[in-house]
């Protein structure tokens, strides 16, 4: 009975379809396709897949990603009103995501259709930009909202404008110098033994973009814990003036909003922080079913991003049912923001 062929990550090998044509245990990335013996073909039913199923799953999840975010793009482009810092960095996430969805999809293209050294080098250069770029685009937002809230008279002034653009200058110019590390040569195409979990990134190229997440979580972290106790004290001040600390609708709703901020950076964490602890523990000799388990979470990150921050918003709603129906509905239309839209 002839073994099983084991199916090897698109991101590990040089070719994703090596596997499919290996058998036991050993991959031999010179082989090609349909090279099977004449004389002694499989069944159909022990015919090796000649695409990774986890391959599929990744370039499904880009392309959820790049529709999702693309309508958020195109209704903040769109709708003029949409020029307040606030919508220009969660512009700036939707387009982050955007691409990392459109890497995912050009990734798996180029992989099982040009198998090029050079097109595997560009589309994991963009996933690495987008991707940066969207936690970075998180971290901006989460600066964003605590300006907003301890500069509150002075936030819609001039020089948050300025404020804004300069970080988006920032993130982006950071989010494209490291996705063009494995282009400009950073990269272990040359010496397989320094590839990390996802080819052709370096060990140290993916230990240095863990331990970035990980302190910028970390950042975030402090941000959202003052976030907090300013939203908290806000409420205090208020429901003392009424008289009934617990009672008052304030209250209530900032204690949802507090709720909100816990589940935000929660999501966050439980997407990213998998993957950030395993490509820095890890190498190119461990299973790369590891891989895809920690890297598909990741990516739901940027599925889930425009629920929080873009979908959930009463002006972006409005513009929505605007493209949509052409109308508003009297309860969007009427919702007055609270302590828990932060």
């Given at each position: ?65 790049a529709c999702e ?117 950073v990269n272990c ?154």
């Amino acid at each position: 009975m002839s073994e099983e062929p084991p199916v090897t990550s698109s991101w590990l090998t040089p070719d994703p379809t090596a596997w499919a044509s290996g058998g036991g245990g050993s991959i031999d990335n010179s082989t090609s396709l349909g090279m099977f013996p004449p004389e002694d073909p499989l069944p159909p039913s022990e015919l090796p897949l000649l695409v990774n199923p986890w391959d599929i799953v990744l370039c499904s999840s880009g392309t959820l990603i790049a529709c999702e975010n693309a309508l958020v793009v195109l209704v903040i482009w769109q709708n003029p009103a949409l020029r307040a810092p606030m919508f220009l960095l969660i512009g700036s996430l939707a387009l982050a995501d955007l691409l990392a969805g459109l890497g995912l999809v050009l990734h798996f293209t180029c992989a099982y259709l040009l198998r090029s050294d050079s097109a595997q080098l560009l589309t994991v250069g963009l996933v690495v930009a987008s991707f940066s770029a969207s936690v970075f685009s998180l971290l901006a937002i989460t600066i964003d909202r605590y300006l907003s809230l301890y500069y509150a008279l002075t936030y819609n002034s001039e020089r948050t404008a300025a404020f804004t653009y300069t970080m988006l200058v920032l993130l982006w110019g950071l989010s494209l110098c490291l996705g063009l590390l494995p282009v400009t040569g950073v990269n272990c195409l040359a010496e397989e033994a320094t590839c990390s979990v996802v080819r052709p990134l370096t060990k140290n190229n993916i230990a240095v973009l863990s331990v970035s997440f990980l302190l910028l979580f970390g950042l975030m972290l402090q941000l959202y814990v003052q976030i907090c106790k300013i939203v908290m004290r806000h409420a205090h001040q208020i429901a003392l003036q009424h008289h009934f600390l617990a009672a008052t609708p304030h209250y209530v709703t900032t204690r949802k909003g507090v709720s909100t901020l816990a589940i935000i950076l929660g999501t966050f964490a439980a997407c990213w922080m998998p993957f950030t602890v395993y490509s820095l523990i890890a190498d190119y000799t461990y299973p790369p079913l590891y891989t895809y388990a920690t890297l598909v979470p990741a990516t739901y990150n940027s599925v889930i991003n425009p629920v929080i921050y873009a979908f959930r918003n009463q002006e972006i709603q409005k513009a929505l049912w605007l493209v949509c129906c052409g109308c508003v509905p009297a309860s969007v239309a009427q919702r007055a923001r609270t302590p828990s839209d932060v």
